[in-house]
C-alpha cells in the first residue's frame, strides 16, 4: 500500500448509499449479522486493474479489464476506453496493487473472456481464437467493504461501487485475504 495519486473509475454509490446497503433491513443483512456480528464501519478501497482490447474472430473488439491483484474478480467491460471525465485522481491508503505481471493477466483474461463470450452465444461465434492486447490506461476500480465483526474476527460484505452490486462469496474471501495479510 503506498499513499501517491491513483487514477480511479468514478464511484456510482456514496458512503451514504453504502452505508444505506449494509444495514438495510432484510434477510441477507440478517444473515450477515447473524453469521458475522454487527456492522463496524464501512471502507472505501481501490483496486487495480488492467485493460485489455479482446478480439474474437471477425467480431469487434471488446475492451475487458481483470484485477492486477490475482485475477479472481468479475472481469469488467467498457464500452470505450474510459476518458479523463470519468477518472478521479485520489490519494490514499486503502488500495490493492498488482501483483500480476500484464502477460499473466492476459493469460487469466483468455479463459475469462470465452466463457463471457460463450455465454452471449456460442452459435455466434464461428473463430474462438482470441486476440488479446493491453491498452495503456492505469485504472482503479472503486469497492466498499461493510466490515461485519465481533472482537476476535472481522469479515466483510463487498459492494461493487460502479456497478451497485453487492458481491459474494469470492469478493468476501478476496478482501479478507487483504485485510488480513
Known amino acids: 500500500m503506498t499513499t501517491g495519486c491513483i487514477r480511479v ?30 456492522l463496524r464501519r464501512i471502507a472505501d478501497v481501490y483496486v487495480q486493474y488492467f485493460l485489455f482490447r479482446v478480439k474474437c474472430g471477425n467480431a469487434r473488439p471488446r475492451l475487458f479489464a481483470i484485477d492486477a491483484v490475482d485475477g479472481s474478480l468479475d472481469l469488467f467491460e467498457f464500452p470505450r476506453i474510459p476518458d479523463d471525465r470519468e477518472l478521479l485522481a485520489l490519494g490514499g491508503r486503502n488500495r490493492l496493487e498488482a501483483t500480476l505481471s ?21 452459435f455466434k461465434l464461428r473463430d474462438a481464437r482470441l ?51
Not at 454509490?13 to 432484510?26: D, H, I, P, T
Not at 500484464?102 to 456460442?122: H, M, P, S, W
Request: charged share 25%.
Open 9 to 38: 473509475l468514478k464511484p456510482n454509490v456514496s458512503q451514504e448509499e453504502a452505508l444505506r446497503a449494509f444495514s438495510a433491513a432484510g434477510f441477507s443483512t440478517w444473515y450477515w449479522r447473524l453469521r458475522s456480528g454487527p
Open 102 to 122: 500484464e502477460g499473466q493477466a492476459a493469460e487469466l483474461l483468455r479463459d475469462k473472456a470465452l466463457r463471457v463470450i460463450f455465454q452471449q452465444g456460442f
Open 131 to 181: 486476440e488479446i492486447s493491453p491498452v495503456p490506461c492505469e485504472l482503479h476500480l472503486p469497492y466498499w467493504l461493510g466490515l461485519y465483526g465481533r472482537e476476535s474476527s472481522v469479515r466483510c460484505r463487498v459492494m461493487d461501487a460502479v456497478r451497485r452490486k453487492i458481491e459474494g462469496a469470492k469478493a468476501s474471501a478476496f478482501f479478507e485475504h487483504w485485510l488480513a495479510a
